[in-house]
């Protein structure tokens, strides 16, 4: 599933766009599945044609009550389309995806009578619309800096319940050992991730790490406080005993004393676009689809691919700005859609290695069989024969167009010492 966010001043404003009354191919008839209007008028339909709540102001009533607290585009949507290469939804399952969403946002959970108000909208196959307020029964305004990351990952989640994200290839990923990368954080720590094994955890933690688990997944960091040369040692002594046990190990090279001993790195924190650099150069060079997929398996990986990992970083970016200055919700919304940008694009190529690999190359031209190029040859000399203007030819006369054998010439006479012909 696919997750598309948009913002905008009331909810009326989406009439044109909900109703196809700008698409030229003709008017849409969407219809309302499911709702939540929260302190509201419990007549409000909840089936049925949605002009009533879209051009009633029922959504915008909680930011119209606050005044000019409310922020410029109180209304919220988010348009969900699931894969095609699969039966589509019922209107009571994609209802049950629109409460999912807006309880892994933040945005309406069950439990809380003060959420957002919301509505689910349909206009085609394959597709739910879900518009909502981000101003709360209580006049709080819902935050939505998280959401993007929120709702990709439901719909990866639902994705997954509904098998629509079985993989049909197998490589070599599935054979070897995750990839552990320990990495030295700008506010002075060293992390480990990619750990989500017991056998790399344990190892880590008997080095000196020490284990957390937050929403970010399982990792492993050594305090801030560690100096720099005990924690290269540390990080260097745990890359030796994680490589010892068939781990994959991707270590700093500001942290890798075995590195620091030899001629630095000029990129120094380049090591990653390097490594994906190296990447390219192996599709470039693949011989074979499953070659080429092999190398791009490290890019697309959903746990712990470049993708993903940038994706994370975004995200990370997204929270951080906001915690540094909570104005700056602009600043990271940028950041929170490009990791969206990113999430959309992994989904969008989760199949993309199992196509590759039935990729197959074109089947070459038969070579020339040896009496072929036999018979070609005898043609050739037969012609050559048949040429009057070829000495051959002049000496052979009126049996030039005949199958004569040319005789070599023979060897000239040696002359002895005292000019006797041997």
Not at 209 to 230: E, V
Not at 248 to 257: E, K, Y
Not at 275 to 280: F, K
Not at 387 to 399: D, F, M
Request: net charge negative; charged share 25%; hydrophobic share 40%.
């Amino acid at each position: 599933m696919i997750a598309h966010l948009q913002r905008a001043a009331t909810t009326a404003a989406l009439i044109p766009s909900l109703y196809g009354l700008d698409d030229v191919r003709g008017r849409l008839r969407p219809r309302l599945i499911g709702a939540d209007y929260r302190g509201a008028d419990s007549q409000l339909p909840l089936f049925g044609d949605p002009q009533e709540v879209l051009g009633g102001g029922v959504l915008d009533a909680p930011a119209l009550r606050i005044g000019a607290r409310a922020p410029e585009h109180p209304v919220w949507m988010c348009s969900v389309r699931s894969d095609p290469r699969h039966p589509d939804l019922s209107d009571a399952q994609w209802a049950d995806v629109a409460r999912r969403l807006v309880t892994a946002t933040g945005l309406a959970p069950a439990d809380d009578p003060n959420g957002c108000r919301w509505a689910a909208i349909r206009n085609g196959d394959r597709s739910v619309h879900i518009v909502a307020t981000v101003v709360r029964e209580d006049g709080y305004i819902h935050s939505t800096y998280r959401d993007p990351f929120h709702v990709q990952a439901e719909c990866t989640r639902i994705a997954a319940e509904l098998s629509h994200l079985t993989r049909t290839v197998t490589t070599a990923k599935d054979h070897r050992m995750p990839v552990i990368t320990i990495s030295a954080e700008p506010s002075g720590s060293v992390v480990a991730t990619g750990t989500g094994d017991d056998l790399s955890a344990t190892l880590l933690r008997h080095a000196g790490f020490k284990q957390i688990d937050d929403w970010h997944g399982r990792r492993h960091r050594l305090p801030t406080t560690t100096p720099r040369p005990d924690a290269a040692a540390i990080a260097t002594h745990a890359a030796e005993m994680l490589r010892a046990a068939r781990y994959s190990v991707v270590v700093d090279p500001r942290l890798d004393t075995g590195r620091l001993a030899t001629p630095t790195d000029p990129h120094g924190l380049k090591v990653t676009g390097q490594q994906v650099l190296q990447l390219t150069d192996q599709i470039r060079g693949a011989s074979t689809a499953t070659d080429a997929a092999e190398a791009l398996d490290q890019i697309l990986d959903p746990d712990d691919g470049v993708l993903s990992r940038l994706r994370e970083a975004l995200e990370a970016a997204a929270e951080q700005v906001t915690d540094l200055n909570p104005d700056e919700y602009e600043l990271s919304e940028r950041f929170s859609s490009a990791a969206e940008w990113i999430g959309n694009a992994e989904a969008e190529l989760t199949d993309a290695l199992g196509d590759l690999c039935t990729i197959s190359a074109p089947s070459a031209l038969p070579e020339p069989s040896q009496p072929t190029q036999a018979a070609d040859t005898l043609r050739a000399r037969a012609a050559l024969g048949r040429s009057p203007t070829t000495p051959a030819a002049k000496a052979l006369g009126p049996l030039a167009g005949s199958a004569a054998t040319v005789q070599p010439p023979a060897p000239a006479a040696s002359v002895g010492p005292a000019g006797r012909t041997r």
